[in-house]
């Protein structure tokens, strides 16, 4: 029938209309000199505030924001919104001087005040505020002129250039309003080089640049970061020119570095992946345990493997700080192991298991069901450490449940680490007084003296030298009982246009976190 | 009619309160703890302490036990207010506001992909006298209606945003652009077609040639044809209008799939509606985003369903005049099983229609 046919054909003429007429792809804009640059990460931030992140982690935060100090290409601390600084009475009295003409978002001047009102909100905030872990020293703080501030502490901490560094709260937007206030944490006023435009909670973020920024307007003259978080998704749209630019996972570098729109910026983290024991266990009372199972794991198996090369082998905590020290030597070694375990008392079994008065070194591995990478990096550690005689049940469980069972866990991996001061990220872990049941992070409750020893010393000194000797002692310590199997740090991917110039290697931080440390001096070529 | 409508109404209004209080309780015994997801997600995905927890907890209200909860929100939800999200401190009205537009858009344009598709598509059927033309589209409508919705979805996905890279995979726009028509429609038509395709197109279409195709041998289709009415006369008038009865009945409910799809479909294409908000409040706990929202779509269910229940009661006088609920249609369906059964066979061109409920158990 005639008709029929004529129906027929008009609706796949329509269907192709539809396809091909409207179907630009979506390329406006995109990567043109002078125009936006787009971004895609999978992370999206509750809130733009400062204080209520855990040091740097949201790229958004980071370009709004700037502290009194920030990070220069080698993580090391160099002057922000403060000119200078000085540090007096054995370093209990931080006095900082703030540059002359900044300002906010909004225009309004920053002065000595807006300091002083953002250490006391963040220390009133308490738990809400993760970073109140650093100010707990600060007794006060105080205000001789409109750009002078002078911190005073109860007792000397090392870190406090590096705490400073946290995004610069203004009084006038806040005064009176909790810190967590939802108003500020959507559409925040800041000092940083980009000024938000819009957010879109679930879609994007809209940047624009900073003419009153104190080094000067910023070259690109917006950044959108768009919130995609499916990995593929994200590969699938930086292909189709929807994005310019995006974090790319390592199973994807491949497919990326085809491509002739783009580069891949890949950067080492200091995030690192590792075996927690839990210390209330029997099976890990023995150094010597835990010293085997250090050589027991082939970590440029599990680099190649698991993260497709991407990262590098860790032996400790500080492996990608300036502190590193070559206290640990672990590495691939079955005859180390034999001869540790055997030093230890234990044969081998029928089973081939190192075993002791009838037990076996019996126990099991968890993490976090839902993190595959973490999943992958257990069950081959699980692997290689049961081909080397250790009884392990690997068993990965919901997060939820983990949350709630941390005392239960036998052992877990973990993932830590810093890319900036050092405290900040071993205190925690390994200090006793911050033990689980004490409500700290220390969640396999490892306790040993000579490590806090040398963690306080780290953070009570103020000379340089003697610093990096608390931590060369702590990592020392650590490798003779050693609390954690230290598997990798994890490398992070970038992809960016081509002809976007700028983005400068740096160890990053937790996740990948701060790729746009230096946006400022980003342009298009 | 009046009766019919009051008790049609007064019924909606007890599932959706049934449907809030079941929300609530459900959220409840859900695992996990929103106060730990809020601090996890400030601390950039580091466990926090069983202490500050349990501060925030109290903090949140959330240590009162479950009935004082839902009084609480039942009141407030009463005047308007929803509360705010546990994660941003937004109202959960401005999240409703701002989602459900868009929701409302993507539905809207795939119901009309839907039915045009389907009565063009279905009449083709119906109407060839060619099998293999007739066998083709049936079988494509059978892997269509076989086929998940997420399925097609990224199937459609993968064909023209990844490999032919004609149209965009996600969103709106290009982010910080304006959103005008030149740029919304070449987002819109994946997810309107995924929604579409993937839900009770397929159905759709049948619905149409078995209705049409049932008719087209009808002795008043045959007496029109011998009074001579031209052919198209014929087609529109007489076998297309009555012929899309079942189809029409079928609407009401198919907006509830519809909804359930752009779930689905709208976490797949980043569309920012009210799906794919719920599923983010989901993964993060945040609960009153979840509770209102999980209500909002109820409450757009139930009133498809009351909407098409009276469309049918309007369409069918018999079903009117007895103020029976039309699931249960006076003198049944011949040759139907008791609640509709397959589609098809609820399509018979004399007897009243079943609104094919059961049928979308199918999906």
């Known amino acids: 029938m005639r008709k029929s046919a004529l129906v027929i054909g008009t609706v796949a003429a329509a269907t192709g209309l539809l396809a091909t007429g409207c179907g630009s792809g979506g390329d406006a804009g995109s990567g043109k000199s002078g125009g936006t640059f787009t971004y895609a990460i999978g992370d999206e931030p509750e809130t733009l505030n400062p204080a209520l992140q855990d040091e740097h982690t949201d790229p958004v935060t980071e370009l709004v924001f700037c502290g009194l100090t920030r990070h220069d290409a080698a993580n090391k601390v160099v002057p922000g919104l403060a000119e200078s600084w000085q540090v007096g009475k054995g370093g209990t009295e931080y006095t900082f001087k703030l540059r002359s003409g900044l300002t906010w978002h909004d225009g309004k001047p920053i002065t000595s005040k807006d300091v002083k009102f953002t250490v006391d909100a963040v220390k009133q905030a308490a738990a809400d505020a993760p970073l109140s872990r650093n100010f707990a020293a600060v007794k006060a703080v105080e205000t001789p002129d409109q750009s002078t501030v002078r911190f005073v502490l109860s007792k000397p901490f090392a870190p406090l250039l590096d705490a400073v560094s946290m995004g610069l709260l203004p009084e006038h937007a806040l005064a009176g309003k909790k810190l967590t206030d939802a108003g500020f944490g959507q559409s925040p006023v800041g000092s940083g080089p980009f000024k938000l435009t819009t957010f879109k909670p679930g879609q994007y973020a809209e940047l624009e640049s900073f003419g009153g920024y104190y080094e000067g307007k910023p070259k690109l003259p917006k950044i959108v970061i768009k919130y995609v978080p499916d990995d593929t998704a994200r590969l699938i749209q930086l292909k189709n020119g929807e994005v310019d630019g995006a974090h790319v996972q390592p199973q994807q570098v491949a497919k990326v570095k085809d491509d002739g729109k783009v580069r891949l910026e890949t950067y080492p983290t200091a995030d690192y992946r590792a075996l927690m024991f839990n210390f209330k266990r029997p099976v890990f009372a023995d150094k010597a345990i835990r010293q085997a199972m250090n050589y027991a794991v082939d970590r440029d198996a599990i680099v190649k493997s698991v993260l497709a090369g991407q990262g590098s082998p860790a032996t400790g905590p500080l492996d990608q700080s300036p502190y590193k020290s070559d206290a640990a030597p672990f590495t691939f070694d079955p005859a180390k192991v034999e001869e540790l375990m055997k030093g230890a008392g234990y044969a081998k079994n029928g089973q081939g298991l190192w075993e002791k008065g009838g037990k076996t070194v019996r126990f099991e591995l968890s993490t976090f069901a839902e993190d595959s990478a973490r999943v992958a990096i257990l069950n081959v550690a699980a692997t290689q450490l049961k081909q080397q005689g250790f009884d392990i049940v690997p068993n990965p469980r919901p997060k939820d449940w983990v949350r709630k069972h941390w005392g239960d866990l036998e052992a877990f991996v973990v993932g830590w680490g810093t890319p900036y001061d050092a405290d900040s990220s071993v205190f925690g872990p390994f200090h006793s007084s911050q033990a689980l049941d004490k409500g700290g992070s220390n969640y396999g409750t490892y306790n040993n003296p000579q490590v806090d020893k040398a963690l306080e010393a780290g953070r009570d000194t103020m000379d340089e030298g003697e610093r990096k000797a608390a931590y060369a002692d702590f990592q020392k310590a650590l490798a003779e009982d050693p609390p954690f199997v230290w598997i990798a740090y994890l490398d992070t991917n970038n992809a960016v246009p081509k002809n976007l110039t700028g983005p400068a290697k740096r160890t990053l931080g937790h996740h990948g976190y701060g790729f746009f440390w230096n946006a400022e001096k980003w342009a298009w070529s | ?363």
Request: hydrophobic fraction near 50%; proline fraction near 8%.
């Open chain 2, 1 to 363: 009619m009046k009766r019919f409508l009051v008790r049609r109404a007064a019924t909606a209004l007890a599932v959706v309160v049934a449907l809030s209080a079941l929300c609530f309780a459900l959220l409840d015994l859900a695992p996990g703890s929103p106060a730990a997801s809020v601090l996890e997600a400030r601390s950039g995905g580091r466990p926090p302490s069983a202490a500050d927890v349990a501060r925030l907890e109290r903090e949140m209200g959330l240590d009162d036990p479950l009935p004082v909860r839902y009084g609480r929100w039942v009141a407030d939800a009463v005047r308007g207010d929803f509360g705010v999200s546990y994660g941003s401190g937004r109202p959960v009205s401005e999240i409703i506001a701002e989602t459900a537009p868009w929701t409302a858009l993507l539905t809207a344009v795939a119901m009309v992909f839907s039915v045009a598709g389907a009565i063009a598509v279905g009449l083709a059927a119906a109407l060839t006298r060619r099998a293999w033309a007739r066998r083709a589209i049936e079988t494509a409508l059978f892997a269509l209606g076989g086929m998940p919705g997420f399925v097609t979805a990224l199937l459609l996905l993968w064909i023209f945003a990844a490999w032919l890279q004609v149209l965009p995979s996600g969103g709106l726009n290009r982010p910080g652009e304006p959103i005008t028509a030149g740029v919304l429609i070449p987002h819109l038509i994946l997810p309107a077609l995924a929604l579409s395709f993937g839900h009770h197109f397929g159905t759709y279409a049948r619905l149409v040639q078995t209705g049409v195709g049932r008719l087209r041998g009808a002795p008043h289709v045959a007496n029109a044809r011998a009074r001579g009415l031209a052919r198209r006369t014929v087609t529109a008038r007489h076998l297309l209008r009555p012929g899309l009865v079942p189809f029409a009945a079928r609407l009401g409910v198919g907006v509830g799939g519809l909804i359930a799809g752009a779930y689905a479909t709208e976490m797949i294409f980043s569309w920012p509606g009210v799906g794919r908000q719920t599923i983010l409040a989901a993964q993060k706990e945040d609960y009153p985003v979840l509770a209102a929202l999980v209500l909002v779509a109820g409450v757009v269910v139930v009133a498809a369903n009351l909407l098409g229940d009276l469309a049918v009661a309007w369409l069918d006088p018999r079903v009117r005049l007895s103020g029976a609920a039309p699931g249960s249609p006076p003198g049944g369906t011949p040759g139907s099983p008791p609640g509709g059964g397959v589609p098809e066979t609820a399509a018979t061109p004399s007897g009243p229609v079943s609104s094919g409920k059961a049928a979308d158990a199918l999906h």
